[in-house]
């Protein structure tokens, strides 16, 4: 079992930024791949970005690619999302998730998730 725990969302004007951590316990944090989804009132919940087990990969969805980096920490079992020149259609529930299979971009390839962390960006 793993148990994730966000931080770090708020309300921010457009164009600013927010970084959002994630911290695990339980198994060994660097088993697994890490990834960030985010969730619209209306809406399904989407993929955001991923990182590889020791950080050396990472993919984006492409809504945030160039402006949302993800990064890991395994010594503090901490995975973040920096998040710069946000828009308002990146308002949403953000969640961390942890997955054993790389390269997977759907929910259900995630096996456990945080209760997630609301983003609101206002115009």
């Known amino acids: 079992q793993v148990q994730l725990v966000e931080s770090g969302g708020g309300l921010v004007q457009a164009g600013g930024s927010l970084r959002l951590s994630c911290t695990a316990s339980?198994?060994?944090?660097?088993?697994?791949?890490m990834g960030w989804f985010r969730q619209a009132p209306g809406r399904e919940r989407e993929f955001v970005a991923a990182?590889?087990?020791?950080?050396?990969?990472?993919y984006y969805a492409d809504s945030v690619k160039g402006r949302f980096t993800i990064s890991r920490d395994n010594a503090k079992n901490t995975v973040y999302l920096q998040m710069n020149s946000l828009k308002p259609e990146d308002t949403a529930v953000y969640y961390c998730?942890?997955?054993?299979?790389?390269?997977?971009?759907?929910?259900?390839?995630?096996?456990?998730w945080g209760q997630g962390t609301q983003v609101t960006v206002s115009s």
């Open positions: 998730a942890a997955s054993t299979r790389w390269g997977r971009t759907g929910p259900a390839e995630y096996d456990y």
């Open positions: 990182i590889s087990w020791r950080g050396t990969g990472t």
């Open positions: 339980g198994r060994t944090f660097s088993s697994f791949v």
